[in-house]
């Protein structure tokens, strides 16, 4: 019987281990460059999944890049990147400029944070509004310490931007005098070295550096972005010029297979599949 067992059991550990390999599979034989940029909240998912490749391909040459939404849609509409990364959905004059095709692969939301030694812990929408346009400049109209507020957003073309203006203030306008960064990391960065600040990031890069608020009693959490129940919410997005093909095209691939789902779900952020 024993004998009969082994052969048995060796066929199912090789099954397995062909169907954990399978999506790197689609890269054997290539050679070549992927050039990605664009939305910095994509930047965890894409540097996971090109390093997972190079290693299984030493061909092959990943680079990834951040510079926001709106350099991703320039970028591959000019032909500098591959892969043009939006953490909003293109424009229709941006799909007929440059002819672009769009892959939504990730449910991200957006979340206020602030630094963790702020006793502030919640906050309304007017509340959000009014510290934006600067009506509110001071925590203890927010039942803080008596400081002023220093007010961080992100450059103009951010996705992140784009939804946290449309989404939580309403379409409301952000003062002048607001100090702008340009990434989720650099924004990130920015609050947990200021304990008066207040700014905002994909929830997929909230940890211990900052607090998140709730936000008109929405909680910010993917698992409450996913459901619905919590609002400030986007999709992200791959783009590419035309349909893709080889290396651009495996990569999406690679991204929605059972390994790039995984990728996603580690990142923080909640996968879509294909659409």
Not at 53 to 81: C, F, W, Y
Not at 99 to 112: C, E, H, Q
């Amino acid at each position: 019987m024993k004998k009969f067992l082994l052969p048995a059991l060796a066929a199912t550990l090789l099954l397995a281990a062909t169907a954990v390999a399978a999506p790197l599979d689609a890269f054997k034989g290539m050679k070549g460059t992927l050039d990605i940029a664009g939305g910095t909240a994509h930047i965890p998912v894409m540097k996971e999944a090109a390093k997972r490749i190079m290693t299984a391909n030493p061909d092959i040459r990943i680079t990834v890049a951040g510079g926001g939404s709106g350099v991703g849609v320039q970028q591959v509409g000019e032909g500098l990147v591959q892969i043009g990364n939006t953490g909003r959905p293109l424009k229709d004059k941006e799909i007929e400029k440059f002819g672009l095709k769009t892959f939504p692969f990730a449910i991200d939301g957006v979340a206020l944070v602030v630094n963790p030694a702020n006793n502030v812990s919640d906050i309304t929408a007017q509340q959000a509004a009014d510290i934006y346009n600067g009506k509110i400049t001071n925590w203890k109209e927010l039942g803080g310490t008596d400081a002023p507020i220093t007010l961080y957003t992100r450059e103009d073309g951010s996705g992140t931007r784009e939804v946290f203006v449309e989404r939580a203030l309403n379409k409301g306008s952000i003062v002048q005098s607001a100090n702008v960064v340009n990434s989720n990391g650099a924004m990130k960065t920015a609050v947990a070295q200021d304990k008066q600040s207040i700014g905002y990031v994909g929830i997929g890069h909230v940890d211990k550096n900052v607090k998140a608020l709730v936000f008109d009693k929405m909680v910010p959490s993917q698992e409450n972005a996913s459901n619905g129940t919590y609002k400030v919410t986007r999709l992200l997005f791959m783009n590419t010029k035309g349909a893709p093909e080889g290396i651009t095209k495996a990569f999406i691939d690679y991204i929605y297979s059972p390994e790039g789902t995984e990728i996603i779900k580690k990142s923080g952020y909640i996968p879509t599949g294909r659409q």
